[in-house]
């Protein structure tokens, strides 16, 4: 599985961006696509995770009611809307990606395991 961030940038405090992850490879409808973060000097932290089937995103507390996630699967597209952007969501975003598993996992899964495939970064400066 090989994931292609890209949509960040610099934006002032109260704006928007939205990110894009595209996949390829081996990818199914039951994978679940996600957005981590990482700050300087801080641990990676999850954000939000949706599956190719549309099931019921996951956000984290930092993200829910200003990131919203959306996908299309033709083009095999995962978007992270970010709204309402900020200082303390400047950070490195990274897409990621996790095959099916047994259970559907939780957002404290996530933040504490991962995923199991990563794509390069993407910088999103948030100005105050």
């Known amino acids: 599985v090989q994931l292609q961030a890209s949509g960040g940038g610099l934006v002032q405090a109260g704006g928007s961006l939205r990110l894009s992850c595209a996949a390829s490879?081996?990818?199914?409808?039951?994978?679940?696509l996600g957005w981590f973060r990482q700050a300087p000097g801080k641990e990676r932290e999850f954000v939000a995770a949706l599956s190719w089937s549309g099931d019921s995103p996951l956000y984290a507390d930092s993200a829910k009611g200003r990131f919203t996630l959306s996908r299309d699967i033709a083009k095999k597209t995962v978007y992270l809307q970010m709204n309402s952007l900020k200082y303390e969501d400047t950070a490195v975003y990274y897409c990621a990606a996790d095959p099916p598993g047994p259970t559907k996992k939780s957002t404290t899964y996530y933040q504490y395991h991962g995923m199991d495939y990563w794509g390069k970064g993407t910088q999103v400066t948030v100005s105050s």
């Open positions: 490879g081996r990818t199914s409808s039951s994978y679940v």
